[in-house]
Structure formats: structure tokens, C-alpha cells
């Protein structure tokens, strides 16, 4: 933890007042929002090379996605609606990853015997069969795709994919080798970025 605050506390002098300077009307519109898990390997920034201001994240415990209901209010309906409505955000994505602690967890509920809450989370947001014969990739593959069906059918989402003025991407990130490939709808497969 130390050396964490020894970068923050140093960090002002490694930006020189970049940020602070700029003016909401110098400000970098951003260029997508990056839905991804809170896994600490997995890091936006790093993986698209963006600068400040140009991804909006969201970040959840194996990018899980509510399924949209009517009335109910999320943390995640609500900062896909700013993104989208307000920031004019015209690309999603959304980015699993190998490794996934909390797909693991999925698929071996024994192992989130001490994190009921997380435990409830996958199960309430996360629709998807059981599927044991699954590898671990091959079930994070999965659960990306099923994330994918969800945010889709966001109704804000859903409108502006049907006309156009929105891009929805899926991802999956290998935090082994830093590969990245992109879902094919119309495969269902996988292909490098
Ligand atoms: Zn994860």
C-alpha cells in the first residue's frame, strides 16, 4: 500500500498540471465505454492506450450486467445512461477476461461459500446454465456473450443500436499473453482484434 501513496502523492508533479489546466472546452470527448471486471490485472487504459478523458469505465465483479428491469435502479443503468445519453458516448465495450475469479466462482459456487454477496450478485444478474464440462476460458467466453444479450437490451441501448448511432463491441482479454479478440455475432466465435 505504501508505494501507492508514494505515486499518489508525487503524482501532480509527474502531470505537471496537464489535467488541472484544461478547460471544459479543451476537454477530450470520450471516445467509448469500457465495461470490464474489477480484476486488478485487467486495466483500460493499459490495453487501448487511452489518455484522460477519452474511455468511460465501468467496472463490476466479472462485468456482470444487470438484466434490465423497469423501475429498478442500478449503479450500472445508471452510468450506462450518463455515458450514453449525456456524454454522447457512440461505442461500448465490453471486455471479459481469462482468469476470471468471479466466473470461476460462477461455475464452483463452493468457492464464494464466504462472499454470500457476491455469490447473490452472479446468481441474480447471471442467467446462464450451468455448464460444468465447460474449460474456465471457454465458460468466460460464455458469460461474456451472455453479458453482451443483456446490455443490448437496455433500452436506450437497444434504440440507438437499432439506428445506428451506437457500436457495441465484445471483448475478451487474455491477462496471460495481453492478446485481445473481438466476438463475432455472426459466427459466435472469436477473432484477434
Ligand atoms: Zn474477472
Not at 29 to 45: E, G, K, L, N, Y
Not at 66 to 77: D, S, V, W
Amino acid at each position: 500500500m505504501q508505494s501507492l501513496i508514494d505515486h499518489a502523492r508525487t503524482f501532480h508533479q509527474k502531470v505537471g498540471g496537464r489535467e488541472q489546466a484544461a478547460t471544459p472546452q479543451d476537454a477530450v470527448a470520450p471516445q467509448a465505454m469500457f465495461v470490464t471486471c474489477s480484476d486488478a490485472h485487467v486495466i483500460p487504459s493499459l490495453i487501448t492506450g487511452a489518455r484522460p478523458g477519452e474511455l468511460v469505465e465501468l467496472r463490476t465483479a466479472g462485468n456482470v450486467i444487470p438484466p434490465y428491469r423497469l423501475g429498478r435502479l442500478t449503479a450500472e443503468a445508471a452510468t450506462i445512461e450518463y455515458a450514453v445519453n449525456i456524454l454522447g458516448v457512440q461505442d461500448v465495450i465490453i471486455c471479459g477476461h481469462t482468469r476470471c475469479g468471479a466466473v470461476q466462482g460462477r461455475v464452483r459456487s463452493s468457492t464464494l461459500r464466504s462472499a454470500p454477496t457476491t455469490r447473490w450478485w452472479l446468481l441474480q444478474t447471471h442467467r446462464w446454465r450451468e455448464a460444468p464440462a465447460l474449460t474456465d476460458e471457454e465458460a468466460a467466453r460464455a458469460h461474456l456473450v451472455a453479458q453482451l444479450d443483456k446490455l443490448r437490451r437496455y433500452p436506450r441501448m437497444a434504440r440507438r443500436l437499432a439506428s445506428g448511432r451506437l457500436r457495441l463491441h465484445g471483448w475478451f482479454y487474455e491477462v496471460e499473453t495481453g492478446v485481445v479478440s473481438h466476438y463475432r455475432p455472426e459466427t459466435g466465435g472469436f477473432t484477434p482484434l
